[in-house]
């Protein structure tokens, strides 16, 4: 954690792309500064990115695109809260709570009464929105079909491999990590390993395992990137791990993209 | 009626479905100009080997579309939408199921779909799909100026109902039109988002306390529910 700086809020410049894309690439997966570029040059709606300057560097960010529900065809106008996302170096510091209050006041001003957004149970985020009072809430419903559950996980695993180290908190987590875990089910089983580079995802069960993950195709596949499935499963024992229970735990997290509690 | 693949010439008849749509829904965003440019410019040329678009055709006449997007991690079906006049047809079940069959020449991975609680298609794809995941993403609101809320529902109550409403949130009120009101909903602002968006009910909250309806009376109680009648959430489309 750096030291505390003086913090700046302010409307997102071009020149802040860079800045930018590094908040993104902590909070959401890889992202490049060109990609910034593009997004905020073609926006299909009015919009602003607000971000958290601390001694110079973006250190949040919170985007409001100004949208207009149709409520039985009457033109509702909403704040669309999207792309929160904090400097791993800046997280617990109220920065998105101090943004997401300069929004509000903005979007008040645009005339609007109300403001929505999309996020993940599981997202620490959740909180600091449901205090703001976020509380008129709708779940979504997922379904998937995975004809080919192995060729999923090396699919899962290679974005892990692209985004992991290029994050503080991925290089941290997988320091030293250099373990065999197996995903197996009645149907399928993979073997799981980390060279320090990439992952590596191998049908069946190959070598001697650090860590056995039992459990349904379902219950495995669900928990991806998703901390409350995983945890809910295990409580259930719908999966059940064994093995050592240090390798276990950045196990999880590396499943669940779950950094900080 | 037939489903078939949607041509260049089926663009603005897609559009038109949209807007019709969302006149009779609660939540769909106005889609821009610079939506469907973009949008057709993501779905036509060569990216067509990533989209599949349907649409569905009654003598002659698009009256919904639906189709198919492949991505890195797999197939995602996208929610269908038709034309209000059919609604209680089975055009929604056979656009997701002509998706669900012409994608599987992408040979996927995996194959999935995403639509909001309460959506019509969902009882389609419950039967269509294994169980859902459980819940882990949520749409989510809050108010964030009582008395701009009041003006919104007021306009939209306006389109239900020819009698003056009143309604109250806390020490702000406003009637939907001039004359004296026939009947008055109090409520918190929040109840009110949630009764304007379609995530509450009014019954439901009247029986709750959270809502209070004035006079007592059937006839009051029929108006208010014709100003906020049950809605089906739909704001799938809504990103």
């Known amino acids: 954690m ?24 902590h909070a959401f997966g890889p992202t490049t500064p060109a990609e910034v570029r593009r997004w905020r040059r073609n926006p299909d709606v009015p919009r ?22 149709l ?24 920065l998105a709570t101090r943004l997401m209050a300069e929004a509000h006041r903005r979007i008040r001003a645009q005339g609007a009464s109300n403001a929505t957004l999309f996020t993940g149970h599981a997202l620490p985020a959740i909180r600091i929105y449901r205090r703001l009072g976020y509380l008129e809430t709708r779940d979504w419903v997922q379904f998937h079909e995975f004809a080919r559950p192995v060729d999923w ?68 596949l669900s928990s991806f990137g998703d901390r409350s499935s995983y945890d809910r499963y295990r409580r259930s024992r719908k999966i059940r791990v064994s093995g050592d229970p240090a390798v276990a735990e950045v196990w999880r997290r590396l499943l669940t993209l779950e950094w900080r509690e | 009626m037939r489903i078939r693949l949607a041509r260049p010439a089926d663009h603005r008849a897609i559009e038109a479905v949209y807007r ?18 973009a949008r057709w410019r993501r779905t036509g040329g060569r990216s067509q ?28 079906i996208e929610p269908p939408l038709w034309l209000p006049e059919m609604d209680g047809t089975d055009v929604g079940p056979r656009l ?70 009143r309604l109250r949130v806390g020490r702000h009120q406003t009637a939907t039109r001039r004359g004296s009101p026939k009947v008055t909903v109090s409520c918190s602002g929040r109840v009110l988002l949630g009764l304007l968006l379609g995530l509450r009910d009014l019954e439901r909250e009247r029986r709750a306390g959270r809502a209070r309806i004035s006079p007592q009376g059937s006839a009051a109680l029929v108006l208010a529910r014709r100003a906020f009648p049950p809605r089906k959430f739909w704001i799938q489309d809504a990103w």
């Open chain 2, 96 to 165: 997701v199921a002509e998706a669900l069959q012409r994608s599987r020449r992408w040979r996927a991975a995996m194959t999935g779909t995403w639509v909001i609680s309460g959506a019509p298609t969902l009882p389609y794809l419950r039967a269509v799909f294994p169980p859902p995941r459980p819940p882990s993403t949520l749409f989510m609101a809050a108010v964030l100026d009582e008395r701009a809320l009041l003006r919104d529902a007021s306009r939209v109550v306006a389109t239900r109902v020819r009698e003056s409403v």
């Open chain 2, 49 to 76: 080997r990533k989209h599949l678009g349907l649409v569905a055709v009654e003598h002659g006449r698009v009256v919904g579309y639906g189709g198919a997007v492949l991505e890195d991690i797999g197939v995602w």
């Open chain 2, 20 to 37: 019709a749509r969302a006149a009779a829904s609660a939540g769909p965003m106005v889609r821009t100009r610079a939506y469907w440019t």
């Open chain 1, 153 to 220: 996980v090396q699919k899962r695993f290679e974005y892990r491999s692209k985004w992991l180290r290029r994050t503080p908190f991925g290089r941290a987590l997988l320091e030293g990590w250099r373990h065999r875990v197996w995903m197996v089910t009645p149907a399928w089983g993979v073997a799981i390993t980390y060279d320090g580079r990439r992952f590596r995802v191998v049908a069946g069960r190959r070598g001697r395992p650090d860590l056995v993950v039992r459990g349904g195709t379902r219950e495995i």
């Open chain 1, 2 to 25: 750096t030291e505390r700086g003086r913090v700046v809020i302010r409307t997102a410049r071009a020149r802040d792309a860079a800045g930018l894309a590094t908040v993104y690439t």
């Open chain 1, 48 to 69: 602003e990115t607000l971000i958290a300057v601390v001694d110079g560097v973006v250190a949040s960010t919170v985007d409001i695109q100004y949208r207009q529900l």
């Open chain 1, 71 to 94: 409520v039985d065809g009457v033109r509702i106008l909403t704040g669309g809260i999207a792309g929160v996302a904090t400097h791993w170096d800046h997280r617990g510091r109220g």
